[in-house]
Nanobody, 127 residues
Framework: AQSLAESGGGSVQAGGSLRLSCAASGDIFSRRCIGWFRQTPGKEREGVAVIDSGDGGTYYAGSAKGRFTISQDNAKNAVYLEMNNLKPEDTAMYYC????????????????????WGQGTQVTVSS
């Protein structure tokens, strides 16, 4: 099992940047697919970006490409999401999520695949 803890959310103006961090503990040796989802009230969780801990492969939602970068530090068991040029529509609760297997390139954004979830960190972007 894994425990995930997010940090780094906050409030910024449009065009600003934030860096989210996800610290993993527990089963840290298995290959895993880990990354970020977000959710706003009344909507389903949306995959933002994930990374494969084994080969470093990354997958992004179209809304994140070119603005967000996901990275990992295996020595620290951490995953990061660098978010630049933030827009008001990026406002959401951001969750770190993972499962103990390689990422599925065709289904990575399916939230039901992810067994482990953090508590979430709020990101608010004002215009």
């Amino acid at each position: 099992a894994q425990s995930l803890a997010e940090s780094g959310g906050g409030s910024v103006q449009a065009g600003g940047s934030l860096r989210l961090s996800c610290a993993a503990s527990g089963d840290i040796f298995s290959r895993r697919c880990i990354g970020w989802f977000r959710q706003t009230p009344g909507k389903e969780r949306e995959g933002v970006a994930v990374i494969d801990s084994g080969d470093g492969g990354t997958y992004y939602a179209g809304s994140a490409k070119g603005r967000f970068t996901i990275s990992q530090d295996n020595a620290k068991n951490a995953v990061y999401l660098e978010m630049n040029n933030l827009k008001p529509e990026d406002t959401a609760m951001y969750y770190c999520a993972g499962y103990l297997s390689r990422c599925d390139g065709g289904a990575w954004s399916r939230s039901s695949l992810y067994r482990f979830w953090g508590q979430g960190t709020q990101v608010t972007v004002s215009s």
